[in-house]
């Protein structure tokens, strides 16, 4: 189980004011929407925090996170970051480096570039955190153990050759948490897990609240508190409940 002590965690995608990616929304938000997000987090006193910060739990920390790693992030997302000194974690499919995000493109949405092997390291070396985001981008739910741990070690080696550093995280990707994922994580060398809705938490299903082109300052601060974090863990389970009364 997490203690309450643990930082939130805000999960992005693409940040960029570009028309053609408006069908991505809301995980496409707008340059305006990320300045707000960073300047109420100044505002209210948070300091970003990444997994490989020994101290990432103490004090008032958040944790900013990046699925899918867009190049469009260095755009505006990456300077503005650096300019605050702020860290983010980015997650990498790493079957799509130096390619497009196919797993909305056979959806009808628009295509996206990715970061290449470069940029990868540009990340590390800037000092960032990346992380994995699973090797072919799937739902590692639906997936038998000896697939999702494929999907785990590969990534890893992958990202550690081109850093040079320990791979710590996995971001599940669509938010679906593979069965036995403590196991198979601990096997693989993760030290934590990331979904979205989860009926419950842990070091290897932690909760992200999405932030979006809808959230004001004062939506924001509301999903940053303790409060909302309670209130997912109701949510959350009654999410879960749904989707099995649906069969999903
Ligand atoms: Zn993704």
Known sequence: MLTGSFPPVIMLHHVTDDPA????????????????????????????????????????????????CPKNLWDFALPELQKRGMKAVFYMPTAYMGGHNDWDIQFGKPSVELMDEADIKRLSD???????????????????????????????????????KKILSVAYPFGSVPKEEELLLKDAGYEYGLSIYSPFQSRYCIRRFIYHDGDDAVRLKSKLSVRYRMMRVVNDKLLYLKSLRHGQ
């Open 126 to 164: 800037i000092g960032m955190e990346v992380g994995s985001h699973s090797h072919h981008h799937v739902r590692l739910g639906e997936l038998g153990a000896v697939e999702v741990a494929a999907n785990l070690r590969q990534s890893k080696q992958i990202l550690e050759k081109i850093t040079g």
């Open 21 to 68: 990616l408006d069908a991505l929304k809301p995980y496409s938000i707008s340059r305006a929407s990320f300045t707000r997000l960073l300047d109420v987090l100044e505002q209210v006193g948070y300091t970003t925090t990444v997994f490989c910060d020994v101290d990432f739990r103490k004090g008032k920390k958040v944790i900013i996170t990046f699925d899918d």
